[in-house]
């Protein structure tokens, strides 16, 4: 990976080599953490991370889901951030928040384990590779269901909660597909590891609601914002595992992935078997506002205050 000179741990900047913790951490068992995604990129007024409040408010929520109080204000922490990006000199960025339970008592009642904070930031390209935004990828449906509600919280953006990610990527990319997509225990479509699914049929847009097992993705919501602003139609609705293939486009968005098309599915071509018409739509703007070249989407923005040098 790339590496950047800093990391901020705990309100001091430390070098990226001695950002470390004890092993008796209580995440590193318990997986009790929970983290952010968020980019910054490179704009003509400067670095600006995207849409960067509704993350820490993310950050915040998933905390308390799991009984953890940030020890810092929010406004705390988007400083560090925007400090953290100019002592780096970064002009753009992948930015990972983590909320962590520290060294303290073992065993499964975490209270009187201290809260931890730590901010990384390193450049990041595509995650689902360069190609895939362009070409769409080969994702396959996985056959571990997504982790449902009754026993976790799929609205929390907790590090345990990974696990199920992790069993449903390694098992497609040793099939050779690039993503996968979960369906919950009712065969009910979710979302990718990292992304959220959108499917495209007939001109209108669809998307499992928030009341599926779901991270409530920031890229999700800026993309339903911004293809009703084009005039598209978007539901936010139940889809079901066999209008993935049926679908005319599909696409995934998240922050580290953006919004990436999907163009083979279980073997299937989706549409043509290459990015679709409103996909390439949705995806311009949504790279424009990015990078801050959309007007209308400026407040988007939080741009980093002291400009970067390189
Ligand atoms: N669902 C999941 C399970 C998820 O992890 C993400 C983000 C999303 C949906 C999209 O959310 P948003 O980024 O707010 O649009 N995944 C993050 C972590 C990826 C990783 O590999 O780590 C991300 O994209 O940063």
Redo the contacts with the bound molecule.
Sequence with gaps: MNTADLIWMNGEFVPWDEAKVHVLTHTLHYGTGVF????AYETERGTAIFRHHD?LE?LKRSAALYYMELPYQLEKLREATHELIVRNELKSC?I?PLVYRGYGPMGLDPLKNPVEVSIAVWEWGA?LGEEGKRRGIRAKVSSWRRISPDSLIPHS?ACGQ?LN?VLAKIEVSQAGYEEAILLDDQGRVC??????VFVVKDEAIATPPQSAS?????????VIQIARDLGLEVVERDVARAELTLADEVFL?????ELTPVREIDDHPIGGGERGPITREVQAIFDEALVGRAERYHEWLDLVEVPSRV
């Design positions: 952010e995604g968020i980019r993350h993310r992948y990972r995650y953006k990974y990610s979302e990718g590891t990292g992304e959220n779901i991270l409530d993705g920031i890229s999700r919501k800026s968005t998240g922050t580290a992935a």
